[in-house]
């Protein structure tokens, strides 16, 4: 079964602007992971946030994570037409294995 | 230099036929994964290996049967394909908890 459940499922917004999607899931972790798919490629890392951090930056990224509510955000800053793409929260919570949400598609607009 | 390729990137085949998709990482990583990603983008993990061992292998049918000759290779059989077959198959690799790096994807399509 899916451990993570991203929010919206899908988001369209103008070059420049932010965008921010959300990820829940169900149990305890040892770290959250977001990757990136452009369409018809292969999932890729984006940013991994351990279990007792709150927040963590990349770039124009930012990954918040509660532990207490079981969720985590992913901001992107000043988004461009190239961060058009699904973005996919993954639970760590058994070695090696990965649970994945079904992904919020980003529309940037230009 | 693709860090992890898979081959081929779409297989259109007929029901009821026996396929086969490899997958090679030059990234020197101990595990190995295969997933099913289907229509709706739900990801789900099959199996993965570590050093040649099978350490995941999650509920999928046993007409699916994962081969890792050395570390850096993992392949996938599927026999007797089902329409319900139908999806893009990825292949990652990682080592211990580090990030996964994913191939570009098999796309296969059941006629």
């Known amino acids: 079964s899916q451990q993570g459940e991203e929010d919206p499922q899908a988001l369209s917004i103008q070059e420049g602007e932010n965008a921010t999607m959300n990820c829940s899931y169900k149990?305890?972790?040892?770290?959250l992971q977001w990757y990136r798919q452009n369409s018809g490629r292969g999932l890729v890392h984006l940013i991994l946030i351990r279990s007792n951090e709150r927040e963590k930056h990349s770039g124009r990224l930012r990954v918040t994570l509660d532990t207490s509510k079981k969720s985590s955000s992913l901001l992107i800053t000043a988004s461009r037409a190239a961060d058009t793409a699904s973005y996919f929260c993954?639970?760590?919570?058994?070695?090696?294995?990965?649970?994945f949400g079904a992904g919020t598609t980003v529309t940037v607009r230009a | 230099d693709t860090a992890v390729s898979q081959t081929p990137k779409y297989l259109v085949t007929q029901m009821g036929n026996d396929k086969s998709i490899k997958c090679e990482q030059n990234l020197g990583h101990d595990t190995m994964y295969w997933y099913k990603q289907d229509s709706k983008k739900f990801l789900k993990i099959m199996f993965s290996y570590n050093n040649k061992e099978l350490i995941i292998n999650e509920t999928v049918p046993n007409r699916f049967s994962p081969k890792s000759p050395d570390k850096a290779h993992l392949n996938l059989h599927i026999n007797s394909l089902e329409l319900g077959d139908s999806a893009v198959y990825f292949c990652?690799?990682?080592?211990?908890?580090?990030?996964?790096?994913f191939g570009d994807g098999t796309r296969l399509s059941i006629l």
């Open positions: 993954a639970t760590d919570a058994d070695d090696y294995k990965l649970s």
């Open positions: 990652a690799s990682s080592n211990n908890e580090r990030p996964q790096h």
């Open positions: 149990t305890s972790i040892n770290n």
